[in-house]
């Protein structure tokens, strides 16, 4: 689980100061104001050590290789306005975490590091310090390739070479570990835990793929559903399949129709569907998902557009193993306010239920509002949910925490983010008196 973020420079940040992150972190705010860059800054560390390039230190993104984040080059990173702070120049970017299996601050690893442009515009690592406090490594740029490599357990840095500049901003090559000795013990279990971690997040952008008439279904259950949730109906059509056989032969459901069955019992609770069945389009491998409502069913193509998209939300969170971080923006893309209510609920039960984390960049009132009922209900506790709202001041993005008390109250809400509904009412019971007023006078006359 993700504990803490913190950037320097980054885009719109000049610094985001130390962000907690809970199993539930909701990101509200104004439209440009920089919450999508918090979610980036994970993205971009994410397909930087999953990518294949040992050359590069943060892989900015490349639109034809379906990288979740493409931002450009080093200068497009860079916050146009940023300001030097105790660790990190104007001229770098900063990009800082930390994570834990329990979500304890005191037994969580750290990663933090610092970039420079580089050559043609690429960002070149200057700084990172990767381990628990305490243990693991840092290593920092001397000069052009070269970098001093330090080992937290010792006083005196290990020297410095060509040989300890991090592949991938995060591990050592192979003949450098080796080199290392005995040393390289401390140093080889971090880099798979950082992989792993960042291994565990599902995202869902907020730019999801529209319905089809029907889905060609490889047979298997996906390993993923995709940024964009490609894959969501595919993991229905093998839940829904297993399902249809177990009943076919009367036996118990196996684990894996499980998304089917929760899938439909999401649907009904946010009323969009009584129920969801899989049609076999003949012998081939193509499959239709059908929308059950009112006694009838529907190609999934010809129901309301929010269906189409809520899906892939419902799927990435009930698809998430323990332990997994699912990221989604706008999850609410679409739907009733009943149905953006219920999400809540969604993400509440499944981050107690099955230890799954959820970071989620919303516009949604009722989303929000739930949230702040299942805290006064005591379903969800104050600790086990973050809320900020992120605003521009100027040319700065600025972010505050919103805490609620024990009844789910908002001491410090921003004023009308969700419109000024009070205010709305005395303008309505302004005009009813007006109106009335001028009726009066009619009669009158």
């Excluded at 034809?64 to 497009?76: I, N, P, R």
């Excluded at 937290?152 to 592949?167: M, V």
């Excluded at 012998?283 to 529907?298: P, T, Y």
């Excluded at 609410?332 to 499944?350: D, F, G, I, K, N």
Aim: net charge neutral; charged share 25%; glycine share 8%.
């Amino acid at each position: 689980m993700l504990t803490h973020l913190k950037l320097e420079n980054f885009k719109i940040w000049r610094s985001t100061g130390p962000v907690r992150l809970a199993p539930i972190t909701l990101l509200l705010g104004t439209n440009s104001s920089g919450k999508s860059s918090l979610i980036q800054s994970l993205l971009l560390i994410r397909q930087t050590v999953k990518g294949d390039d040992p050359n590069l230190d943060l892989n900015l993104g490349n639109p034809d290789a379906d990288d979740s984040v493409t931002l450009g080059q080093f200068k497009d990173l860079l916050c146009r306005h940023g300001a030097a702070s105790e660790s990190t120049s104007a001229t770098q970017v900063g990009i800082e975490f930390r994570w834990s299996e329990h979500g304890q601050a005191e037994s969580s690893t750290l990663f933090s590091a610092r970039y420079n442009k580089g050559p043609a515009g690429s960002a070149e690592l200057a700084f990172l310090r990767l381990g628990k406090d305490g243990q693991g490594f840092s290593v920092q740029r001397r000069k052009p390739g070269i970098y001093r490599l330090s080992l937290a357990t010792q006083a005196k840095p290990l020297g410095q070479s060509a040989d300890f500049r991090p592949e991938r901003s995060f591990a050592f090559s192979a003949a450098t570990l080796n080199k290392l000795g005995a040393q390289a013990e401390l140093i080889k279990p971090i880099g798979p835990a950082l992989l792993d971690e960042l291994g565990r997040i599902i995202y869902l952008g907020p730019v999801r793929r529209l319905a089809q008439r029907d889905y060609v279904w490889a047979g298997r259950m996906p390993a993923h559903i995709g940024d964009d949730g490609a894959k969501a109906v595919d993991a229905l059509i093998a839940s829904g399949v297993a399902r249809q056989s177990a009943l076919k032969r009367k036996q118990a459901l196996p684990a894996e129709a499980q998304l089917f069955e929760q899938t439909i019992h999401w649907l009904k609770a946010m009323n969009l569907a009584d129920g969801l069945a899989i049609r076999a389009l003949g012998s081939s491998a193509r499959h239709e998902l059908m929308i059950e409502s009112d006694g009838q069913a529907s190609n999934l193509k010809d129901v309301g557009v929010g269906v189409s998209q809520v899906i892939p939300v419902i799927v990435a969170a009930l698809f998430a193993q323990p332990g997994h971080i699912v990221i989604v923006e706008e999850p609410e893309s679409h739907l009733h306010p009943l149905a953006q209510s219920m999400l809540a609920e969604l993400l509440t039960q499944v981050s107690k239920e099955r230890n799954v984390q959820f970071i989620v960049e919303t516009h949604s009132e009722h989303l929000f509002r739930r949230m702040q009922t299942l805290i006064a209900k005591q379903e969800i506790t104050t600790n086990d949910a973050a809320m900020y709202f992120i605003e521009r001041e100027g040319r700065q993005a600025k972010l505050r925490e919103l805490i609620p008390n024990k009844f789910g109250a908002i001491a410090n809400w921003p004023d009308k983010f969700f419109g000024d509904s009070i205010g709305e009412a005395r303008e309505q019971a302004k005009a009813r008196l007006v109106s009335r007023d001028d009726g009066d006078s009619d009669r009158q006359e």
